[in-house]
C-alpha cells in the first residue's frame, strides 16, 4: 500500500532535493519537507522554503532548535566527556536524534503516513534517523530512497537534479558531502574517500589555517557549573547558542579543531572524514581540566570508561534508549562539583592549559608540594609500598626458593 503523505527529513542538500520529485514520481504521494534549524547557518537556510516547494513539497516545515540542540543533547555529550575512537566529537552524530525527533512531530501533525530519508545504504545516518523512528513512531513506515532506486552515485544524482530542473549547489568537480550545524561541519566524499590523499586547503570552511593563524597567542576562559559551560572570558552568557558561537569564533581564528580520520562505521566498513569543531574544542579540552581538579581517581578512571561507551551509542544512533538515559543520571550525579574556571593559550592549531579554578578542588598544595609539612607524613609510604609489593615479593621469594 502507497503511502498518501510523506514526511521527508529535508536539508535542501543534493540527495534530499532530489528525492522530493523521486517520491512524488515514483509513490504519486505528497511530501512534507521537514527542515531542523541546528546552527547550521543562513547560507544553507536562505530560500530553503521555497526551493522546497519549487522542487514539489507540498508543506515545508522549519523549525528553529538550536538552543535545545546545545541544552538537551550537546551538553549532555560535553558533560559525558564522549569522543568517538580519540578524535571524533560527534558533530554530525549527536544532531542526528534532534532532527528525527522533529521529523516525526511534524509528521505525526500534518497527518503523514510514511516517513523518508535521504541517508545513503552504506552511511550511519541511516541507522541514528530510523531507530528514533523506531523509538518514536514504530507504527510509521521508512522510505529509504537510496536502498532502493538506481541511482548509484552522486554524479547519478547530479544528473538526476539536472533532468528535474531541481537547483543543486554540488557538481562532478566539486562533489564533496558536507553536514554542518553549531558544533561543527564534516568534509567527506571527492579526493577524502582516498586516505593517502591529504585534505586540501579548500575543503575547510570553519578554522583558519594554522600557519595563517595570529602570530601571537590569544587566552580564553571558560567557566563551567556542574559540567556545563555557562561563560567566556568572565563573561555569563545568556544561552548556550551565544556561547558556543563565541567560542566557534575563537577557536577558528586560531586554527582550533581539525581533524583528519579514519573511523570505522556502526555498519561495518572504515570511512575517512575530515571535521572541524572549533568552539567545541575549546569546551573539551577545558572540560578535562577542570574534573582534574574536581573528580578523585577512581570517579575520573570510571568515568572515563563510561564516556567510550557513551560516544558509542551517540555514534550509533541509540539515543531514545534506558540505557543513554541511565549514562545521563550518572554523569549528572559526577558532575555536581565540576564548577569553576580554566584558561587555555591558543596559537596557531594548539592548545595549552595555562589555569585552572574551582571552589571543589581536590588538588591540596599543603599535601601535593615537595615541601615537608604536616599534612603528609613521607614515611608513611614505606607501610604503603611493602603492603602494596607484597604479592610480588611472595612470588619472586618463591621463584628463588624453586631454581
Keep these: 500500500m502507497k503511502p498518501e503523505k510523506v514526511a521527508l527529513a529535508y536539508s535542501g542538500g543534493l540527495d534530499t532535493s532530489v528525492i522530493i520529485p523521486w517520491l512524488k514520481e515514483h509513490y504519486g504521494c505528497k511530501v512534507v519537507a521537514v527542515c531542523g534549524d541546528i546552527g547550521q547557518g543562513g547560507d544553507e537556510l536562505n530560500g530553503l522554503e521555497e526551493k522546497a516547494r519549487k522542487t514539489g513539497a507540498d508543506d515545508v516545515v522549519i523549525a528553529d532548535m538550536r538552543e535545545e540542540f546545545v541544552t538537551d543533547y550537546l551538553w549532555k555529550m560535553v558533560r559525558s566527556g564522549g569522543v568517538y575512537e580519540h578524535k571524533y566529537l560527534l558533530g554530525t552524530s549527536i544532531a542526528r536524534p534532534l532532527l528525527a525527533k522533529r521529523q516525526v512531530e511534524a509528521a505525526l501533525a500534518t497527518g503523514c503516513d510514511a516517513l523518508a530519508h535521504g541517508c545513503t545504504g552504506k552511511g550511519n545516518d541511516q541507522v541514528r534517523f530510523e531507530l528514533t523512528y523506531k523509538a518514536l513512531a514504530p507504527h510509521l513506515p521508512v522510505i529509504a530512497p537510496w536502498r532502493e532506486w538506481d541511482i548509484v552515485s552522486r554524479e547519478d544524482a547530479i544528473e538526476y537534479a539536472k533532468k528535474h530542473n531541481v537547483p543543486i549547489a554540488q557538481s562532478t568537480t566539486k562533489i564533496y558531502s558536507r553536514d554542518r550545524n553549531i558544533w561543527h561541519i564534516s568534509h567527506e566524499g571527492g579526493e577524502l574517500e582516498d586516505p593517502a590523499n591529504a585534505a586540501s586547503d579548500g575543503i575547510w570552511m570553519l578554522t583558519k589555517s594554522p600557519k595563517e593563524a595570529p602570530d601571537q597567542p590569544v587566552d580564553v576562559t571558560i567557566g563551567f557549573d556542574k559540567g556545563i559551560p555557562i561563560a567566556v572570558n568572565g563573561q555569563h552568557m545568556m544561552t548556550g ?7 566557534n569564533e575563537v577557536g577558528g581564528e586560531h586554527g582550533i579543531g581539525r581533524i583528519d580520520l579514519v573511523e570505522n562505521r556502526f555498519v561495518g566498513m572504515k570511512s575517512r572524514g575530515c571535521y572541524e569543531t572549533p568552539g567545541g574544542t575549546l569546551i573539551m579540552a577545558a572540560m578535562r581540566e577542570i574534573e582534574a581538579l574536581t573528580l578523585d581517581k577512581n570517579t575520573m578512571h570510571y568515568k572515563e570508561r563510561l564516556a567510550l561507551d557513551y560516544a558509542e551509542m551517540v555514534y550509533n544512533g541509540l539515543w531514545f534508549t534506558p540505557l543513554r538515559e541511565a549514562l ?12 569553576g574556571e580554566v584558561t587555555l593559550r591558543l596559537y596557531k592549531g594548539n592548545i595549552e592549559p595555562v589555569s585552572r579554578k574551582s571552589p571543589h578542588s581536590l588538588y591540596s598544595l599543603g599535601i601535593a608540594s615537595f615541601t615537608m609539612g604536616a599534612d603528609y607524613d613521607q614515611k608513611d609510604a ?22
Excluded at 547558542?241 to 567560542?247: D, G, H, N, R, Y
Excluded at 615479593?393 to 621463584?399: E, H, K, S
Design 328 to 339: 545521563d543520571a550518572f554523569f549528572d550525579k559526577v558532575s555536581e562539583t565540576t564548577t
Design 241 to 247: 547558542v551565544a556561547l558556543l558561537e563565541q567560542l
Design 382 to 403: 614505606r607501610g604503603f609500598i611493602n603492603l602494596i609489593g607484597l604479592p610480588m615479593q611472595v612470588r619472586a621469594n618463591l621463584a628463588a626458593k624453586n631454581k
